[in-house]
C-alpha cells in the first residue's frame, strides 16, 4: 500500500527564478533608466548563489543520520541485546557440566587410634566432574518461549525506531526550509514597513502628516525588526534540531520542486488504512508480544508448583599419601527429582502478580491500538487538508502575483507609491510562505501516514527525495 507519487521536471523553474529576482530588485530601485543594473544585479545575485555550496537533500541526510543518530543507534542496541534473550533461555536446558578439585597437605598429630598413633604428615588431592541435565523444567520450558516472543519484540521495537527516524528527519528537515520561508517573509516585510516610515518622516517633515503618524510608523518598523531577529532564531534553532539527528547537516538544503506531485492515499477509504495498521503498525506488534510475554510469565510463576527432574552424573579421582590413605576413582551417574510441598505462598503470590501484569499488558495493548487509529486518520486527514490548501494558496499566490505586477504597472505610471509596490510584495511573500508551509504539511503527513500503516520504508525516503530540486 503506497501513495503513487509520479516524478516530474518543471524546465522553467530556473528561469522564473530569475525572474522573481529581477522583479525584487526592480522593486527597490524602480525600473526607468535603470534595466542593466537590474539584469547585472540579478545575475551577480544568481552566480553566488550558485557558488554558495552544494545543498544536501533529504536522503543523504537520512544516510548520514542511520550511522550517527543516538535515538537509531541506541535501538539497534537494544535489538542486538534482546536477541540474546533465546540463547540465553536455552541455556538453562542444556547440559551443565563443571569441574572442582583441590589439593590439600596435612599435618596430623595422632593422640590415640587402634591401628596407629604418632605424627603422620601427608598430602591429598581430588578431582570431580559433574553434569547435570535438565529432563523435566517446566518454567524453563516456558522461559525459553517466552524468549522467542522476547526477540520478535526486539525486531518490532527497531522497525519502529528506523520509521521513527524517517519521519523525525522529515519533520526536522522541512521544519528548516519553514522557518527559512518565514525568514524571508518577515524580512520582505521589514523592507516594506521600513519604507513606510521613511514616507511618514519625509510628509512630517514638509507637514502632510502628523507626529503620530510617524510614531505609529516607528512602531510597526520595530515591530518587524524584532519578527525578524526572532525568524532568524528560529531558523538557527530548527537546524539545531536537524544537526541532533545528524551533526553536520549542512545549512542549505534543497528545497521542494515547484511541480510538486499532490497524490491523495490510496485507497481512499480510511478504514482500510487503520485495518492495514492493526496488522502491520510495529508499536502494535510490540504491544502484542508484550502481551503473550506477559501471559507465557503466569505461566513460569505457575511452574514452581511442578516438580523437576534431573539427570545428574559425577565422576571423581581422590589420590592421598596418608598411611591410612585411600586412593579411589568414582563415576555415578542417576536421576534427582525435586518435588515442591509448601514455598510459604510466594509461587501462588508471584502467579497472581503475573496475573495483573498481563492485565495490563492488555489493556496497553489495546490503548495504542486505539493510538495509531488516531494517527492514521489524523495523517490521512492531513493529507486530504494539506492537498486543499496547496490548490487554494497557490490561487492566493496567482492573485497576489496579478496584484504586485499590477502595483508595479501604477507605480511606474505614478499612480502608486513605493509602498504600495512593497506593500503588495510583503503580501507576496507571504502567501508564498503559507504555500510552502502547505506542500510541507503534505510531505510530512505522507511519511506519517506510512508510518501509522506500519509500510514506511527507505524506499519512501528515496520517493520524497525525488520531489526535491
Not at 528537515?173 to 514616507?199: C, P
Not at 497524490?263 to 492493526?278: F, L, Y
Not at 499590477?406 to 513605493?418: H, K, M, N, P, Y
Amino acid at each position: 500500500m503506497r501513495i503513487l507519487n509520479p516524478n516530474t521536471k518543471n524546465v522553467t523553474e530556473v528561469i522564473a527564478g530569475a525572474d522573481r529576482k529581477a522583479l525584487e530588485l526592480r522593486h527597490l530601485f524602480g525600473s526607468t533608466g535603470k534595466q542593466e543594473m537590474i539584469r547585472r544585479l540579478t545575475l551577480a545575485s544568481l552566480m553566488a548563489f550558485s557558488l554558495n555550496g552544494v545543498a544536501a537533500d533529504l536522503q543523504q541526510l537520512y544516510e548520514q543520520a542511520s550511522q550517527h543518530d543516538p535515538q537509531i543507534l541506541a535501538a539497534r542496541a537494544n535489538r542486538d541485546a534482546g536477541k540474546e534473550a533465546e540463547p540465553l533461555a536455552r541455556a538453562n536446558l542444556l547440559p551443565n557440566v563443571s569441574a572442582s578439585g583441590n589439593l590439600n597437605y596435612t599435618n596430623q598429630d595422632i593422640k590415640k587410634s587402634l591401628s596407629v598413633t604418632g605424627e603422620d604428615d601427608f598430602s591429598s588431592n581430588s578431582l570431580a566432574l559433574n553434569v547435570t541435565q535438565p529432563l523435566f523444567r517446566r518454567d524453563r520450558t516456558v522461559a525459553l518461549e517466552q524468549a522467542r516472543e522476547q526477540v520478535k519484540q526486539a525486531d518490532a521495537n527497531y522497525l519502529f525506531a528506523e520509521q521513527d527516524l524517517m519521519v523525525r528527519l522529515a519533520q526536522a528537515y522541512f521544519g528548516v526550509l519553514s522557518a527559512e520561508e518565514n525568514l524571508t517573509f518577515a524580512e520582505a516585510e521589514k523592507k516594506a514597513i521600513e519604507r513606510q516610515l521613511d514616507q511618514a518622516k519625509e510628509r512630517f517633515e514638509v507637514g502632510l502628516v502628523a507626529i503620530t503618524d510617524v510614531h505609529e510608523a516607528q512602531a510597526r518598523y520595530d515591530q518587524s525588526n524584532a519578527n525578524v531577529i526572532s525568524a532568524r532564531n528560529d531558523v538557527d534553532n530548527t537546524l539545531e534540531v536537524l544537526r541532533e539527528i545528524v551533526p553536520d547537516a549542512p545549512s542549505a538544503l534543497d528545497d521542494l520542486k515547484e511541480d510538486l506531485p499532490l497524490v491523495g492515499p490510496e485507497p481512499r477509504v480510511i478504514d482500510s488504512w487503520a485495518q492495514t495498521a492493526q496488522e502491520n503498525n510495529p508499536q502494535i506488534a510490540s504491544a502484542r508480544f508484550n502481551t503473550e510475554i506477559a501471559r507465557k510469565s503466569i505461566e513460569v510463576q505457575r511452574s514452581g508448583h511442578y516438580p523437576s527432574l534431573d539427570l545428574v552424573g559425577s565422576l571423581t579421582r581422590a589420590r592421598s599419601n596418608a598411611t591410612t590413605g585411600t586412593d579411589a576413582d568414582t563415576g555415578a551417574i542417576g536421576l534427582q527429582l525435586a518435588v515442591p510441598i509448601y514455598s510459604g505462598g510466594g509461587v501462588t503470590s508471584a502467579t497472581r502478580q503475573a496475573r495483573f501484569q498481563f492485565e495490563a499488558a492488555q489493556e496497553e495493548l489495546d490503548q495504542t491500538r486505539r493510538g495509531v487509529a488516531r494517527q492514521v486518520r489524523d495523517a490521512y486527514r492531513g493529507i486530504e487538508t494539506s492537498i486543499s490548501r496547496v490548490g487554494a494558496l497557490n490561487a492566493t499566490v496567482r492573485s497576489a502575483m496579478s496584484a504586485l505586477e499590477a502595483t508595479e504597472a501604477g507605480f511606474e505610471a505614478g499612480t502608486r507609491t513605493l509602498v504600495d509596490v512593497l506593500n503588495s510584495q510583503s503580501a507576496l511573500f507571504l502567501a508564498r510562505r503559507d504555500f510552502a508551509q502547505a506542500r510541507y504539511d503534505y510531505v510530512v503527513n505522507t511519511l506519517r501516514l506510512l508510518q501509522a500503516a506500519g509500510t514506511l520504508s527507505d524506499e519512501d525516503i528515496v520517493r520524497v527525495n525525488g520531489w526535491l530540486q
